[in-house]
């Protein structure tokens, strides 16, 4: 059975890497094509101007790819980071699948429904944008400007049922970080720094308190 | 494994990810002002995600500005070099990392799971306390987003997740009481659409 395993992992990692690689050269060609096509340069003194940006963007992405793989196992893992909108699509989608399968952690089980569940909303998402294009290029504007005011809630909407579902599994070891980053985020925003204390940002900090909140209870034998 | 939880994993995924994947197309339609149809729906369907996408784009491009190929061209360079990090990281140093997870998972499967539990809670309590805390600081004083315009009202998003909630335990009652069980795969899409009505007439309310 371990031996079938790690035949799987292989397998996934040999794909992954390869298919993470094209991926790669496919958008960094982007940029490129553009500005041979258009015949420009882009405007190289904007990217001291814009460094500050790029290095947290850089850093936050390797935060989630660090974070997010004992969530997403190894399948889900690279087509996640391939497909993108991990945290407001993917990752919902996958955890709901593994709350409706009911797989135990580190199971084979949970690594092939979240898997098939990331493969299926990639593809979900791709013939929604194609049937979604079609209108949005006849109706643009109507479409956008009807959709748009609800647009800042499908978080909230995702998150409040997500939360419900999962609150019994998980509430003995997230009722310490929440409580936390709730004060972090009310000290913040006191201190006229609510932007900053935004989801991106918060997400790094909860998982932060929750690592080091989880160790002391689990030392403790609380858990 | 039974094919029947593969086959139910389809149908639930398949469900789920259609609502979501709305403010996606919706995002298509700002970015393509800017930066054309193709650019856009690259962006926002492969490798980039709607939350980061646009506000990389408006670190070059600010509404009302005279789009050039050059403000294009530099764009794109400023958003493909910020998305690197993490297919980077992936092809390169995933497969070491998990193995380590692997190794701790065979020799203490109990630390594996409550680190799993840790980083979950940990994004759980990120994101809620985030959105909570804005909601309750922006009532009364909506937050009009630079580059889109669009007004975030805090009791408009603390309705929203609240009706999440209610509607989550509605679905959940319904399904112990009359034993619906089929309500399982639905129950999520129908809280996030039932959400997302209330947010509409509660957003009315309020312009």
Same mark, same amino acid.
């Given at each position: ?38 015949? $420009?340069?882009? @405007?190289?003194?904007?990217? %001291?101007?814009?460094?500050?940006? #790029?290095? !947290?963007? *850089?850093?936050?992405? =390797? ?80 479409? $956008?400007?009807? @959709?748009?005011?609800?647009? %800042?809630?499908?978080?909230?909407? #995702?998150? !409040?049922? *997500?939360?419900?579902? =999962? ?57 | ?207």
């Amino acid at each position: 059975m371990e031996n079938k395993r790690d035949q799987y992992n292989e397998e996934m990692h040999r794909l992954g890497r390869l298919f993470t690689w094209i991926a790669l050269g496919l958008i960094l060609m982007v940029p490129v094509c553009y500005c041979l096509t258009a015949g $420009v340069m882009p @405007l190289w003194s904007k990217l %001291p101007e814009c460094l500050m940006f #790029i290095l !947290g963007y *850089l850093a936050i992405g =390797l935060v989630e790819a660090l974070s997010y793989a004992p969530l997403l196992g190894t399948g889900g893992q690279y087509l996640t980071f391939i497909t993108g909108n991990i945290s407001n699509l993917k990752l919902p989608c996958a955890l709901n699948s593994q709350a409706i399968a009911k797989v135990e952690d580190g199971s084979e089980e949970k690594e092939i429904v979240t898997t098939i569940s990331i493969a299926v909303c990639s593809i979900v998402t791709t013939l929604v944008i194609v049937l979604g294009l079609i209108p949005l290029a006849i109706f643009q504007e109507k479409i $956008v400007n009807a @959709l748009l005011p609800i647009s %800042p809630y499908v978080v909230p909407a #995702i998150f !409040g049922g *997500l939360t419900c579902v =999962l609150a019994s599994r998980y509430l003995k070891i997230a009722a310490v970080p929440f409580v936390l980053c709730i004060l972090i985020c009310v000290i913040g925003n006191f201190a006229g720094m609510g932007a900053v204390f935004n989801q991106g940002t918060m997400i790094l900090v909860g998982m932060a308190v929750s690592g080091v909140t989880t160790t002391l209870l689990y030392r403790k034998g609380k858990l | 494994m039974d094919m029947s939880v593969i086959k139910e994993t389809v149908r639930n995924s398949a469900i789920f990810s259609i609502v979501p994947s709305i403010p996606i197309v919706i995002g298509i339609g700002i970015m393509m002002q800017y930066l054309g149809l193709g650019i856009s729906w690259i962006r926002l369907e492969v490798i980039g995600a709607l939350q980061y996408e646009i506000i990389a784009m408006n670190q070059v491009v600010t509404p009302g500005q005279v789009i050039t190929y050059v403000t294009v061209a530099t764009a794109l360079v400023i958003m493909t070099l910020s998305i690197l990090s993490g297919p980077v990281f992936n092809a390169i140093f995933y497969k070491r990392y998990q193995h380590r997870l692997a190794e701790l998972q065979q020799k203490n499967e109990h630390l594996m799971n409550t680190l799993t539990g840790a980083l979950l809670g940990g994004l759980f309590s990120g994101i809620l306390s985030a959105m909570l805390v804005a909601g309750i600081f922006t009532i009364g004083t909506p937050v009009v987003a630079k580059d889109t315009g669009v007004a975030t009202y805090g009791e408009v998003t603390l309705i929203t997740f609240f009706a999440s909630c209610l509607i989550m335990v509605g679905c959940g009652l319904c399904m112990k009481k009359f034993g619906w069980k089929w309500m399982e795969s639905y129950a999520l899409p129908i809280t996030i659409v039932g959400a997302l009505v209330a947010a509409y007439f509660a957003v009315a309310c309020f312009e």
